[in-house]
């Protein structure tokens, strides 16, 4: 029965972290799209924008050696 509690204790905990981790990245991508509506020089723009995909290699290649 304890087993059980903890397993579905650990589901939730996933499905929180991974709805957070959404609205992050929404909000990331928000913040982008805004900077280059108000017309921030196009290098600063490009430069969050590789921040934020070098961001999400870093969480996928965290991922995978969670995987292992």
Known sequence: ????TINELTLVSKFVG???DGM????????????KK???PKKVTDKLAQIQ???DELE????DIDKL
């Open 1 to 4: 029965m304890a087993k059980k």
């Open 18 to 20: 991974a709805f957070f």
């Open 24 to 35: 992050q990245k929404n909000t990331a991508n928000r913040f982008i799209a805004k900077a």
């Open 38 to 40: 108000r017309g921030l």
């Open 53 to 55: 995909k070098e961001q």
């Open 60 to 63: 996928a290649l965290l991922r």
